[in-house]
């Protein structure tokens, strides 16, 4: 049964009053003009005959709830004392009274003197698989005032932040809570506050989900780095991995992989420099270059409780020959010396054209600085050429410089070619 736990309050029993206006849902309860005194009614089931309202958080005397309408702020003074106090996920029902305010941006219903409690009861917590923050886009914060959300892929800080943190209810490292530093990206579960015309998140951990987890994107050219290490952090990588293909990888943080997943270190190339030898590493460690293949296409990881690093991404240096990782997409210098893993298992220099002045690496990988006048370079693993054991995904651009067999530059366009025998990603093409 809904009902089946009273609010004891510490305030005056005044019952309905007979003049004062009733309104049977949080939107239209939104919908009045401040200063209106009014009861709000929540009916115990909506339309559907599912439970109405539940309580999303409380704190100091604030009270969020959620009907099938909208959310609202219950701001209840210091004599009005609930006695048991309101927990998160309990189901609301009854009547209350107050008056309809806006403040700093959001609406809210004030407790006055008329404020009687003892007309609402909560049940238990919930359990229905729907309890859950709604998700939303950061520009979209302004439009659920009130409401517990999940606010995805927002970049903090104080001057260019789509939403802005606020930790207004005290989150401590109990709560698996870190501020982020400014210019991070990530993903935060709380409560939509505004002040002016500026949404405010305040954090809140509940349902198993954090309050904040770092968003990891290859393609994230202002990726930033925590100032201290985040301890039991959550991470959710945006990264593509095709099955079976080979490919670099560098993450700040020390990456948990099953044993299906292979890894590969670089230990030395040969001593002409023709090849680079990789051998199998045990695991991954924040900052460090690796080669990776895992055996299911993905394009997104996430982890719990993984230590964030402060550090910047590590240099493997042997013999003059170095893999570097980055974080961040890269863009390549034109001296010939930085040079890309190839799908034919080759080492190649970025292509620079008309058409493509400035190649880039992807972030979260890894590339390497050779001699500029260093030979063809292979990869080798476990004492196998890349190419002939297994796939690899070339970190090559889109766009791609094509040549005639004898070497000479023909531009990019292969729908311009005539036919003829052509080489295009160090492989030959035929066009007819």
């Known amino acids: 049964m809904l009902m ?15 003049s004062m ?20 009614y929540l009916a115990p089931t909506d339309n559907a005959g599912k439970p109405n309202a539940r309580v999303l958080h409380a704190y100091e005397g604030e009270l969020y709830i959620r009907d099938h309408s909208g959310a609202l702020l219950v701001y209840l003074d210091d004599d009005v004392v609930c006695n048991p106090a309101p927990r998160h996920n309990q189901h609301v029902a009854g009547w209350i009274a107050g008056k309809k305010l806006t403040v700093g941006g959001m609406p809210r219903l004030q407790s006055t003197w008329r404020t009687n409690t003892q007309r609402l009861v909560l049940a238990e917590p919930v359990t229905e698989p729907d309890v859950e923050p709604q998700r939303i886009a950061a520009d979209a914060a302004a439009d659920h005032l009130a409401d517990w959300v999940y606010v995805q892929d927002v970049r903090t800080g104080t001057t260019a932040a ?4 606020d930790n207004r209810f005290g989150l401590t490292a109990a709560d698996y809570w870190h501020m982020p530093t400014d210019g991070s990206r990530v993903d935060v579960s709380g409560i939509v506050g505004i002040e002016g015309t500026t949404a405010l998140v305040a954090p809140v951990c509940y349902a198993d989900i954090r309050p904040v987890t770092y ?5 994230d050219e202002q990726f930033t780095l925590p100032q201290t290490a985040v301890d039991h952090a959550s991470v959710r990588l945006k990264r593509t991995f095709n099955a079976n293909e080979w490919t670099t990888l560098a993450v700040p943080f020390n ?7 292979q890894l590969r270190t670089f230990d030395r190339p040969t001593d002409d420099g023709s090849i680079l030898v990789f051998t199998e590493a045990d695991g ?7 080669l990776i293949q895992m055996p299911t296409t993905v394009s997104e990881l996430n982890f719990r409780d993984v230590t964030l690093s402060p550090a910047a991404a590590q240099t493997t240096t042997t013999d003059g020959y170095q893999f570097v990782g980055t974080y ?32 880039q690496l992807q972030g979260m990988r890894a590339y390497f600085v050779v001699p500029a006048d260093a030979p063809q370079i292979r ?16 970190d090559r651009p889109a766009t791609s410089r094509i040549y005639t067999i004898s070497g000479q530059y023909v531009g990019t366009d292969l729908n311009a070619l005539r036919p003829g025998l052509y080489i295009v990603n160090g492989k030959k093409l035929f066009i007819y």
């Not at 089946?4 to 007979?18: D, I």
């Not at 990456?255 to 997943?261: F, L, Y």
């Not at 991954?284 to 690796?290: F, M, N, V």
Request: hydrophobic fraction near 35%; include cysteine; glycine fraction near 6%.
């Open 328 to 359: 961040r997409p890269l863009l390549f210098d034109s001296d010939g010396s930085e040079r890309l893993l190839d799908s034919d298992g080759y080492l190649y220099i970025p292509d620079f054209s008309d058409d493509n002045p400035t190649p």
């Open 162 to 165: 789509d939403v802005h943190i």
């Open 255 to 261: 990456m948990p992989v099953d044993g299906t997943t």
């Open 215 to 219: 968003v990891l994107d290859e393609n």
């Open 21 to 40: 206006t009733t309104v049977n849902s949080i939107a239209e309860w939104n919908a009045l003009p401040d200063n209106t005194e009014a009861l709000l």
């Open 379 to 394: 990869i080798d693993v476990d004492g196998t050429l890349l190419d002939d054991i297994s796939g690899i995904r070339t």
């Open 284 to 290: 991954i460690e924040a900052g460090k270059p690796y």
């Open 4 to 18: 089946v736990a009273a609010w004891l309050c510490c305030c005056h029993l005044h019952g309905r009053a007979q």
